[in-house]
């Protein structure tokens, strides 16, 4: 019998500024061990190396959290800000995915499933046995939010939410009360494929299958060493995630704006930082602007490194020297190396003597082999219309 209603638990939760849930029972997921086994098997996981195939069949049982789970509150954050846009000042500008935008908001998802739980408490009167997940390997918070009625699973492997599409950040309270189920959603994809098509880099192979080493995202925010030079020129501006199977979503395309003021950003540098600040930017600089913030993840070095990706890939002869000072002389060899790389992506025939010196004093052996590999094979011009 349910220990509390839906109503009830909906407006302790708005009163918790969370104002979308679902609600699941504990049991086990079905299927998903196997699922997430045979995407680790097939190297679609490739580069989440924490991601084993242990943690895939722990979290596909929510009793692994607590003995005595019985119910999964699955809520959502909706965080679209439609009025939030680079301004046109002509400064080359690296894009940041939304979600990143506004405060961390593993930290704000889990303060608010805090207070519900406390709220919960008082309400029943009792201690509640509770854990609060927000994108961990214990749980699969996308599968919570399907089995939970919260949304559906959209062909990009999002979850797409009625009046929100996948503009929602997702988390789980995973309890030992038992509260009444609610009934998965219908997928509604239907014979749409645009996010498949629209992805720049083919890391969406198929329908609901997602390759994880071609993604924007993976390749900004985890991966921490050089970028496959292959998909450097599929990467656009972009410096910390990509929104780009969203942004072309029907279903996102009509979500209501959030006046959440945790999910807004607070500068300029939150969501479209300039390509020359992250190139140049001190230790200091990067954890100032960057705290509280889920950018501070990729660290000040992977940002840098994808600034300049993100430079070759819009920048212009006006960058020229400012990258050549980079490739000379930034203190992480890995941006040496990739600024490097962007220099040829502008004009190969121009920078190639330049990279020749560039080579030649370099001290350390991996950025000398970057530079050489950029010499021999120099990376696909741009078009300059469309940069
Ligand atoms: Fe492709 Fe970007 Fe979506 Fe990753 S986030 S699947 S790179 S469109
Ligand atoms: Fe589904 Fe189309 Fe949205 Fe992709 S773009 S998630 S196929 S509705």
Redesign the pocket.
């Given at each position: 019998m349910s220990a509390i209603t839906h109503a009830r638990l909906r407006r302790l939760a708005a009163e918790c500024r969370l104002a979308l849930l679902g609600v699941t029972t504990a049991e086990p997921f079905d299927g998903l061990a196997e699922l997430l086994v045979e995407r680790i098997r097939t190297g679609h996981m490739d580069g989440l190396d924490w991601f084993t195939e242990e943690r895939a069949r722990f979290s596909a049982d929510p009793r692994n959290l607590h003995p005595t789970a019985r119910s999964i509150v699955s809520v959502g954050l909706p965080y679209w800000q439609p009025d939030v846009a680079p301004p046109d000042d002509g400064v080359p500008r690296g894009r940041i995915s939304r979600y990143a935008w506004g405060r961390d908001y593993h930290k704000t998802l889990k303060t608010r499933m805090r207070d519900l739980h406390a709220r919960l408490e008082e309400e029943l009167g009792r201690p509640i046995e509770a854990r609060a997940l927000v994108d961990t390997a214990r749980i699969v918070d996308r599968a919570a939010a399907a089995r939970s009625g919260l949304g559906w699973y959209g062909k990009?492997t999002m979850i797409l939410v009625p009046g929100h599409g996948s503009w929602v950040m997702l988390g789980e309270l995973v309890l030992d009360i038992e509260v009444e189920p609610l009934p998965a959603l219908r997928p509604k994809c239907g014979r749409c494929t645009r996010?498949l098509d629209?992805?720049?880099?083919g890391?969406?192979v198929d329908a609901y299958r997602?390759h994880t080493p071609?993604?924007?995202?993976?390749l900004t925010i985890e991966l921490r060493g050089p970028i496959p030079r292959d998909l450097r020129p599929l990467m656009g501006s972009?410096v910390f995630?990509?929104?780009?199977?969203?942004e072309v979503c029907p279903y996102t395309g009509a979500a209501a704006p959030s006046d959440d003021p945790a999910v807004q950003p607070e500068r300029i540098e939150h969501a479209f930082p300039s390509l020359h600040w992250l190139l140049t930017m001190s230790e200091e600089e990067f954890r100032t602007v960057y705290r509280g913030r889920a950018v501070l993840r990729a660290k000040r070095g992977g940002l840098a490194r994808n600034a300049a990706v993100a430079l070759g890939n819009i920048g212009s002869d006006a960058d020229l020297g400012l990258l050549e000072e980079v490739a000379a002389t930034h203190d992480i060899p890995l941006v040496r190396g990739h600024a490097a790389w962007a220099m040829a992506r502008i004009d190969a025939a121009a920078t190639a003597p330049i990279l020749r010196r560039l080579h030649d004093r370099e001290p350390d052996p991996a950025v000398r082999a970057e530079i050489a590999a950029t010499l021999n094979a120099p990376p696909p011009a741009r078009c300059r219309d469309a940069a």
């Open positions: 990009n996010c629209a992805c720049p880099t890391a969406l997602l071609r993604c924007i995202s993976y972009w995630g990509c929104d780009i199977c969203q």
